[in-house]
């Protein structure tokens, strides 16, 4: 991240294997300098990979469990094959700055969007409350996502 005449202006990084299981571990040990989770929620798809990565450097009493929580508009994106591997099939600098501009749609000054629009899986909520209703008052939860842009999806997997 740099500053861009007052403004922040946002990069993609691109990371392998090794590296992006390097970065898991050096946010998990940011994670842990504050903060010992016992519950860890990866939002599904890229947000788990990342948690799951995590765990591997996290106290061995944490518990990972996948929540999915999509915009409204992942689900447009998906239903469109085509697109997708077409996406996949740019080089690398077009795919980021692609990015970069999704990022910008999606937190420019409008209203939030309401959290009925963000459905998590019944099955998936159903296996959290259970296990915060284990965990009681001693539940330390740690929600994990790959990216965050306007914020959104994390409000809904709070609420």
Do not use: W
Request: net charge neutral; aromatic share 4%.
């Amino acid at each position: 991240m740099a500053s861009d005449t007052g403004k922040i202006k946002f990069t993609v990084q691109t990371l392998d294997e090794r590296g992006l299981q390097a970065a898991a571990h050096q946010l998990a040990a940011q994670v842990q300098q504050d903060f010992r989770p016992n519950i860890v929620l990866g939002v599904r798809t890229g947000g788990y990979i990342v948690a799951d990565l995590m765990m591997e450097a996290l106290p061995v009493e944490a518990i990972l469990l996948p929540i999915t929580c999509r915009r409204p508009s992942t689900g447009k994106k998906q239903k469109f094959a085509a697109v997708k591997d077409m996406l996949q099939a740019l080089p690398q600098p077009i795919t980021d700055q692609l990015r970069v501009i999704e990022h910008r749609m999606l937190t420019q000054r409008r209203p939030p969007q309401p959290l009925s629009a963000f459905t998590p899986d019944v099955d998936e909520l159903a296996q959290i409350t259970h296990l915060l209703s284990l965990r009681g008052g001693d539940a330390r939860v740690l929600v994990v996502d790959d990216a965050v842009d306007s914020g959104a999806t994390l409000r809904a997997v709070l609420d």
